[in-house]
């Protein structure tokens, strides 16, 4: 009785060979399908990556449009480029008469470009002739080696007229410069607009025309029919004037981050300066002097949790702490030193780099850590053996054998520190700094602060500067962290 | 040897006779450099103990002085217009003349606040009010007619503080909750998009890839976390802001939102979820892998059923730390997320968060002791305690699979 029973429950819980196949292949297909799922995550994250870089890289190499400020057919019946060297010296004599400023302009440019005075030398000519004495243009011009014409030779240099400039101008430019100089400085193109280059090969209608509308504004604008606008031209913003000049929020196409390049420079100099030591000194009282012990446990869990702080929570410490309470020391006022005015408070390089080290402290010390832990202990027995003391150990033989491990780490804490932006918006000021830094009691911007900066202009032009700008610092980092990996892989070779 | 060992014996032995001070002490000496060395090297460690209090301390007592700083509010008409001055006061003036008919309503002795100058109300006779000027230390300043006049209002309460949905400091409101709500919208829409993707990518990193595929992928991972927050602030702002613009609209989604700012904070903090989720999972011992295989799991049933379960609480750790690392990401915000410090979960509008707030205020002209200036700490407290407590949490749940495993 009982064992057709047991058949007919056995065929009814256990599925039959169809049924099993067609479960297995259920449960193929869906591992299949979920296996793809995992794999675009993946893919998504790379392509992201990919988008980040193409959003920038776009915003690099733009199509511009330009219109001349002044209109070339004003100037000269004849194109500019036909026009003889005398022409073109009286074009920029009536341009320069007829602004108000023209004169100074003028002395400026013969200063800096044509004659190439430091600014110390433009200021010590300035001091004398306070001093009721004649700097004369043939003293001048005879020590910088330049043609000059004789009817102004007795004559004060600063107090020459316009034409008087204008002469000099023409008389030490050949006609290819002079050209330039005339469509540069008295015609100024002005970029009105940049599209990035795939819009510029995939939608030019639109482009073309936002240029007309453009166009038919600033003809009501200036009041000028004949006024054009240039067809989109290409531009790349990757230039070498990024690096040699200054900022300048007026002329986006000038902008330059060479204030912003030093500062990061001096801060990244003096962060290490001071993180370094503290860093691989608090890793090696951590593994090699008190392994284990509480104190070692205490200060390791303060490392772990300072290391998730928000780094906006340092740049406010900083403020407080380097920028007001130590404002003596951080204004290099209480040595005397600073430059007046110019560091009248805190925010110096100084306090921002002392800021930067507490931040890149725990990344220090957690690598370096890792360093020392990874020497084999055989070093060390081997080198008590022979009597060396602790110190002599650790300065002999495991600093040495864990410092490719301890530069890996430290050039990733760099890295860290150059992009690192939330601090410094707190610490500096984003305020616009055009004066190069010349020491740790500084007002400074750095690249990453300067690039916030320029985002958050108005005119549409800075984004593309603040693009270049962080082409800039991503080659840097990428430079950095391609030199990380290489020392980490010939540190693990060896180890092995 | 003999001979050697006899020449040896003839040599006149050398006899040392050595006075007790001077036999060879072989015991440990106290050495001078090293005493110093060691002092420098536990200083070294004990700085970041020194850094943790002093960020303690200096928020802390910063906050409290916000806490104790009365706040500031216009003062307003029945028309709910705001009071300015009617006529130019100079730098001695004593009387202050209103608008015709427009008395204040503020009570003798109450203190009032025209640009950065502090006064003291004496008398109020109608339109004129005669006040003492350069109160508490400010300084006596010319205000012209138009000037907006201040009235001294009630501290800031913690509860306030904490509860209070309105951040507007000319009316004296200073209630966080504005600007957590950002906090909140903007890191949860992070999350939702880093914790999937980022847990997919672990999974197949420690799954399915092979040694070399791995090998190749991780260093993109790598490159996508080193890459500087303020080139994702701009990824937000001139990329992913302009195309949602073309999917929801322009009417719909302004220049700056929450929505942009969350998922390319997402991006940002997925190399985190990713490679912490990763070292979780390749965490769990061989064994269990080979036992489901051998019970005839396929790989994903393996990889979800019995690999995922048991590296879960590295998982949760990840969660945890992406959430502390969303909370306290600041540049993006500052950049995408606008400037409104208002309360809203709408990821479509503008909104500030803690971190965006903070940046905005310090960029601007902060004099120091002005209750703006303290409110900062008041919010670094906030945050700092936020991010402390999920970064304590997420290693406690990290800790518990090592205890498994180990």
């Known amino acids: ?496 | 040897m003999a001979n050697q060992q006899a020449v040896a014996t003839e040599q006149p032995t050398p006899v040392v006779t050595r006075t007790a001070e001077e036999q060879l002490d072989l015991r440990k000496k106290t050495r001078l450099g090293e005493t110093v060395i060691q002092a420098f090297l536990f200083f070294s460690g004990a700085i970041s103990i020194l850094t943790s209090i002093a960020i303690v301390v200096v928020l802390g007592n910063e906050a409290l002085l916000f806490f104790r700083t009365p706040t500031w509010h216009d003062i307003r008409d029945d028309n709910d217009k705001i009071i300015t001055l009617a006529s130019d006061m100079d730098t001695q003036a004593t009387t202050l003349v209103l608008p015709d008919g427009l008395g204040i309503k503020v009570p003798t002795d109450a203190k009032i606040r025209l640009d950065n100058e502090i006064m003291q109300v004496i008398s109020i006779e109608g339109d004129v009010v005669t006040v003492k000027r350069g109160v508490d230390d400010t300084n006596q300043f010319a205000h012209p007619s138009g000037s907006q006049i201040q009235a001294e209002g009630d501290t800031v309460s913690i509860i306030k503080f904490l509860t209070g949905t309105k951040w507007q400091p000319h009316i004296g409101e200073f209630g966080v909750l504005a600007l957590v709500s950002a906090t909140i919208t903007i890191s949860f829409i992070a999350i939702v998009v880093a914790l999937p993707l980022g847990v997919g990518a672990a999974i197949y990193l420690s799954e399915y890839a092979s040694e070399s595929v791995r090998n190749r992928l991780k260093p993109i991972l790598e490159v996508l976390a080193g890459v500087p927050t303020v080139v994702y602030g701009y990824f937000a702002l001139t990329f992913i802001t302009p195309i949602l613009q073309g999917i929801i609209g322009k009417t719909n989604l302004g220049v700056y939102n929450m929505l942009a700012a969350g998922l390319v904070m997402g991006i940002m903090i997925l190399p985190t979820i990713a490679s912490m989720s990763e070292d979780a999972l390749r965490a769990v011992p061989r064994s269990l892998r080979e036992a489901a295989y051998g019970l005839g799991s396929t790989k994903l049933e393996t990889s979800t059923k019995v690999v995922l379960p048991a590296g879960i609480s590295g998982i949760v750790a990840a969660f945890i730390l992406g959430i502390s690392r969303a909370v306290g990401e600041t540049m993006i915000v500052a950049i995408a997320a606008g400037a409104r410090p208002y309360f809203t979960f709408n990821p479509l509008e503008a909104a500030e968060t803690m971190t965006g707030h903070i940046v905005r205020i310090s960029t601007g002209d902060l004099s120091r002791g002005t209750i703006d200036y303290n409110s900062l700490f008041a919010i670094g407290l906030t945050l700092f305690v936020v991010t402390l407590v999920l970064n304590i949490i997420s290693r406690q749940v990290a800790s518990w699979l090592r205890e498994e495993y180990d």
């Not at chain 1, 469509?183 to 599209?195: E, F, H, N, R, Y």
């Open chain 1, 1 to 496: 009785m009982s064992i057709p029973e047991n058949t007919t429950t056995t065929t009814q819980f256990l599925p039959n060979e169809q049924q099993v196949q067609k479960n297995i292949r259920r449960r193929n297909r869906q591992a299949k399908f979920w296996q793809y799922v995992f794999l675009y995550s993946i893919i998504l994250a790379m392509f992201s990556l990919f988008m980040l870089f193409f959003s920038i890289v776009r915003q690099v190499f733009t199509y511009v449009a330009i219109y001349d400020q002044v209109n070339p057919a004003t100037l000269s019946d004849k194109p500019l480029e036909e026009l003889s060297k005398e022409e073109l010296g009286d074009i920029i004599e009536t341009y320069y008469t007829g602004i108000r400023t023209g004169r100074n302009d003028l002395r400026t440019i013969v200063f800096q470009d044509v004659l190439g005075l430091s600014i110390n030398e433009q200021e010590s000519i300035a001091d004398r002739e306070r001093a009721k004495e004649t700097v004369t243009v043939r003293e001048i011009f005879e020590d910088k080696g330049k043609e000059y014409p004789s009817a102004l030779a007795d004559q004060s240099i600063i107090r020459l007229q316009v034409a008087d400039y204008a002469a000099i101008i023409e008389e030490n430019l050949d006609q290819n410069s002079l050209y330039d100089f005339v469509t540069q400085k008295v015609v100024q193109p002005l970029i009105v607009d940049s599209w990035p280059i795939d819009q510029y090969l995939f939608d030019r209608s639109t482009i073309d025309a936002e240029i007309a509308e453009i166009e038919a504004r600033l003809r009501v604008e200036k009041d000028d029919p004949t006024l054009e606008v240039s067809e989109p031209e290409f531009r790349s913003w990757i230039q070498w004037h990024l690096l040699t000049e200054t900022i300048d929020l007026s002329r986006p196409e000038d902008a330059g981050l060479r204030t912003a390049i030093i500062g990061s420079i001096w801060m990244i100099a003096l962060t290490i300066l001071f993180a370094l030591p503290l860093g691989v000194g608090a890793a090696i009282y951590l593994e090699e002097y008190s392994r284990g012990g509480p104190i070692a446990r205490v200060i390791q869990t303060n490392i772990d949790n300072l290391a998730g702080v928000p780094s906006i929570i340092y740049g406010i410490l900083g403020l407080a702490l380097f920028v007001r309470v130590l404002e003596k020391i951080t204004s290099g006022s209480a040595f005397g030193l600073g430059t007046g005015g110019d560091t009248a408070n805190g925010r110096t390089i100084l306090s921002a780099s002392l800021t930067m080290a507490l931040l890149i402290l725990p990344v220090i010390i957690i690598n370096a850590q890792e360093a020392i832990r990874a020497v084999p202990d055989s070093l060390r027995q081997a080198s008590y053996g022979l009597g060396a003391t602790k110190w002599q150990t650790v300065w002999n033989h495991v600093l040495p054998n864990a410092m490719p491990g301890i530069l890996t780490g430290t050039i990733l804490a760099i890295s860290r520190a150059f992009g690192e932006t939330a601090v410094l918006v707190v610490v500096g000021s984003i305020t616009r700094i055009t004066v190069d830094p010349s020491g740790p009691f500084s007002r400074f911007t750095v690249l990453p602060l300067q690039i916030f900066a320029l985002i958050t202009q108005p005119q549409a032009q800075f984004r593309n500067v603040a693009a270049a700008g962080i082409l800039l610092l991503l080659a840097i980092l990428l430079s950095l962290n391609a030199v990380a990996v290489i020392l980490r892989n010939r540190f693990s070779k060896r180890a092995v």
